[in-house]
């Protein structure tokens, strides 16, 4: 019993390094906040090399974590390449990867073209060439790393058109693609790559709207959500900090979602 780890050890997160994609949007903004709390020290990506630093900058840093801001597009392999090299040449190493970031379709299944189509699943594409960088990169220091994608329970649930009708478009055909992708790309690296310590898993949120969108699209989404409210970003701190840390050391392959019980109708 001795050797038993305590709970605040296994979620502590001193000493690691985590880098999240899509830090500056609606959630990976509070996802990061929860990194940096638990002690990481955060690698906070962005599209926009200056967006990057300053949202690194905001970041809490208890203990001697130093926080960073790096370039990194999804749709650029080489800007991929050149961002965990630097990411690494600073910080020293990346335990954590949380492949957050993605780039909106405005189409959905009735008018997206196959043009557009197929750029919504490049995103994957993207959190792909990341994620098995990263893990070359566990392999090559002979460390172990948590990759964490964020999937949706769009990825799980076909739609919910009443929310939309006669308001905006409906959840694009090509994202419900991309996060069923996702989680099958979860489940495919897990699988390779958990003999090499690294453990993939998929967090999958539920309604998370940002406050900018449609009050009468809120209300409908709040009235089918079992719990009656959306989500706020902070209810994904725990998860995300869980998945990272050791709490969940014996975990790869799996799926988190937290919806507020839009999955358990
Ligand atoms: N909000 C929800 O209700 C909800 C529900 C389920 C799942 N999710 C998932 O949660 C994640 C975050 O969603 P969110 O609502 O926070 O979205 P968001 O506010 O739009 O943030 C997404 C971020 O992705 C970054 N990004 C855009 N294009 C990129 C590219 N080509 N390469 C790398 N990064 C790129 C952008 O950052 P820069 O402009 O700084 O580059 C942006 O801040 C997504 O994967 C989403 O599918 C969200």
């Not at 020293?92 to 990867?97: A, K, N, P, S, T």
Request: with cysteine.
């Amino acid at each position: 019993m001795h050797d038993e780890p305590g709970i605040n050890e296994l979620f502590d997160l001193s000493g690691k390094v985590a880098l999240i994609t899509g830090a500056t949007g609606h959630l990976g903004g509070a996802m990061s906040r929860a990194l940096a709390e638990a002690g990481a020290s955060v690698i906070v990506g962005s599209r926009m090399q200056d967006r990057a630093a300053a949202a690194a900058d905001l970041l809490p840093r208890p203990g001697d974590a130093k926080h960073l801001g790096i370039a990194l597009d999804y749709f650029d392999a080489c800007s991929i390449e050149r961002g965990v090299a630097e990411a690494i040449k600073n910080a020293g190493r990346i335990d954590v990867l949380v492949n957050n970031g993605y780039e909106r379709i405005t189409a959905d299944w009735r008018d997206a073209t196959g043009d557009q189509f197929n750029r919504q699943l490049a995103n994957a594409t993207g959190c792909f060439l990341l994620a098995r960088r990263i893990h070359a990169h566990a392999v090559e220091r002979g460390g172990g790393a948590s990759i964490i994608m964020m999937g949706s329970m769009y990825g799980i649930a076909g739609s919910y058109p009443d929310a939309y009708a006669g308001i905006c478009m409906a959840s694009p055909a090509a994202y419900h693609v991309l996060k069923g992708g996702i989680l099958s790309l979860t489940r495919h690296l897990a699988v390779y790559w958990a003999k090499d310590g690294v453990r993939v898993n998929c967090l999958s949120p539920g309604p998370f709207p940002a406050p900018t969108v449609d009050s009468r699209l809120m209300e409908r989404l709040q009235a089918k959500s079992p719990m009656g409210r959306i989500g706020q970003p902070h209810e994904l701190k725990g998860a995300i900090v869980f998945l990272a840390s050791n709490a969940s050391s014996y975990m790869t392959g799996q799926n988190l979602v937290i919806d507020g019980g839009w999955l358990a109708w």
